[in-house]
DNA sequence: TATTGACTTAGAGCAAACTCTAGGTGTTAT
DNA sequence: ATAACACCTAGAGTTTGCTCTAAGTCAATA
């Protein structure tokens, strides 16, 4: 796939996608001879991967480190489980806020009712 | 209350709390004769009303709509109950996001088990 | 009385995450 | 063959939301 179809399926400007790949963020996107990048199946899925973790506010640099960590292969995966699950905390907390601003914006709603 | 000791209450840095009603995210913080700013329970609300919606991300610039459609009165509450309205439905895709999200990283992290 | 400390302001600086610009290459359509 | 188009890069610019700096006022304390 081209970058223009990546973009479009994935709803992430071609500018976005590049810029991933250029900080890391992306692992090696295949090239074809001319230099242009042909995603196949496995960066595809990098990329719906980010978009998820992105979408969720996780940030740039911490999925950089997992990446990372990822490339250095099989004996990071501790470190890669733990990664998660400190991320999964700081979810649960953002999960909290949430909820706990929803209460009190459908508490002013009925006020305003 | 001084304004070392709201920064204090509310876990908010003394600048952040300039820097919100500078720009009138914070309506009329009373002052005393000599200029120094002294938080009566109204603008305490204003702060933690503040604060809990900005940790759930909700942008600074709905924000000080919302304060500005409060400052001009009572005819301006239909089109305040709109905006949090808005607000709640953002919050509710947000939400979707983060459970995306975790079911992603609790699957990853059941795998690497 | 002098200095310490809490407050004030305007405005500059900073970090994160893009987004845009300028200039270049390579393939395709007329 | 020349123009149009999709791609490429490096690097500058933008936006959001603070955060810091410099310079000043005022009250209290050594």
Chains 1, 2 share one sequence.
Do not use: H
Not at 20 to 42: A, Q, T
């Amino acid at each position: 796939m081209t970058i223009s179809e990546v973009s479009q399926k994935y709803n992430l400007t071609q500018d976005t996608i590049r810029y991933y790949e250029k900080i890391g963020l992306l692992p090696k996107v295949p090239r074809s001879k001319n230099g242009i990048r042909n995603f196949d199946d496995e960066a595809c899925r990098w990329i719906e991967f980010i978009k998820c973790m992105r979408n969720a506010g996780m940030e740039i640099e911490i999925l950089i480190k997992y990446v990372d960590l990822f490339k250095q292969g099989e004996n990071t995966v501790k470190e890669r489980r733990q990664l998660l699950e400190e991320q999964k905390s700081k979810l649960l907390e953002k999960q909290k806020s949430i909820n706990e601003t929803m209460d009190r914006l459908n508490y002013k709603i009925k006020l305003y009712d």
